[in-house]
């Protein structure tokens, strides 16, 4: 059987070809949706998606400012900016790019970003409300790979769902998204993490396996059923003297071989990383009409 590659370049131009639609509609009440970006310090990774959201706003006619603040800021002068922007009506979205600098609190911050401005969705207003089923900003990942997986028209409902990964911006709202009664949910959940014993007794159990640990190609042929849908979400460079940047990029799924065993399976890059600006995107547009 051929393994369907399952890209998120098809998906992502979905979700925005219906935003496009949106915004158009927000315009002609003269409303431009608007997102601000923070940035502390100088993390590689971080400059680079902060990049791509403001190019991925400037494609949609979406108004976006990012605003840099050097690595030794403070926790107050964070909190005084988000502050700044919780209230500014030019922007509908106020997102705080992480990880931050070790002096600031990330918990304080996310707290701070008011529920109806937070795109990301890790507010715990936002978080309370997605486990309790209820209409959200949901956080970008976990919802970009429900697009995903229904695009694909890949079955969900029933299935078996393992995650790898207990994070509060992967691991756990994909989980929460997994279990609830709805349409392209309704699976049976289980979570594994470093605390796990013999992981490798659920993952082969996994209908569909969702992985993100942050481990390069941890995930081997052998830990996954035959047939299986692979979801990796997992983004690590490794060091690769050989490539003028230094590094690959590689996943937590050691791709090539994994393939082999499974129906569908995401690439990294190409894969689930394009659907979690779109799905910015989208939490950005509904901000702006849930503000009106
Ligand atoms: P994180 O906060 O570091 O959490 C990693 C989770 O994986 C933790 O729950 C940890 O368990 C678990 N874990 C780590 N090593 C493990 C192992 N050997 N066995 C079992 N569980 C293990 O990471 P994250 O923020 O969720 O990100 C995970 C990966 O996804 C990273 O590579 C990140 O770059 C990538 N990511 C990609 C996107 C995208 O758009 N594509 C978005 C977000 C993140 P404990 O809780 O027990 O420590």
Redesign the pocket.
Known sequence: METLILYGKPVAERVRDRLKQRIRELEQRGIRPGLAVVLVGENPASKVYVRSKARSCGELGILSETFRLPEHTEQKALNALVEKLNADSRFHGVLVQLPLPQQIDEKQIIHRILPLKDVDGFHPVNIGRLVLGEETYLPC?PAGIMEMLSYYRIPVSGKHVVI????N???KPMANLMYQKSEGANATVTI?????DN?KQYTRQADILIV????PE?ITAEMVKEGATVID????RVPDPGRKKGYRLAG?VAFDTVKEKTAAITPVPGG??L??IAMLMQNTVKAAEDHV
């Open positions: 990942t790898v990964g207990r994070s911006i992967v691991g594994c993490h470093t605390g796990t992981m993100a640990a942050g481990v941890m979400v997992g983004v690590n937590d689930v990383g659907m979690t």
